[in-house]
């Protein structure tokens, strides 16, 4: 069964920093195009990063520009795929519900239109405080 499953999510202050991983255990996406998209409390979900399938070229969305990066693992002798976003300089406004996604239409660029993510993971709580 393909699922996405993201960790990582937390707590810190103002500053701080947090890295999220995505695991895709199923190896189905080691082609596609991957993204990180975030829900703020009472706002829509909004693009983050996103990655081509071998990491070769990266979208990083302007209000996060400097501060996030991603980067992705599909080793062939890795059990699973896996997606990071590391996040440094936290924000107040950063605090959000991040969720990973999974882009068939996609592999050798990026896309910001959620509507190509076929496939998203839980979701993990981002809280940064001030």
């Known amino acids: 069964q393909v699922q996405l499953v993201e960790s990582g999510g937390g707590s810190v202050q103002a500053g701080g920093s947090l890295r999220l991983s995505c695991a895709d255990s199923?190896?189905?996406?080691?082609?596609?195009?991957m993204g990180w998209f975030r829900r703020a409390p009472g706002k829509e979900r909004e693009f983050v990063a996103g990655i081509n399938w071998d990491g070769g070229s990266g979208y990083i969305a302007d209000s996060v520009k400097g501060r996030f990066t991603i980067s992705r693992d599909n080793a062939r002798n890795s059990a699973k795929n896996t997606v990071h976003l590391q996040m440094n300089s936290l924000k107040p406004e950063d605090t959000a519900v991040y969720y990973c996604a999974a882009d068939p239409s996609h592999g050798l660029d990026v896309t910001t239109e959620l509507g190509y993510y076929d496939y998203w993971g839980q979701g993990t709580q981002v809280t940064v405080s001030s």
């Open positions: 199923s190896r189905t996406f080691s082609g596609y195009a």
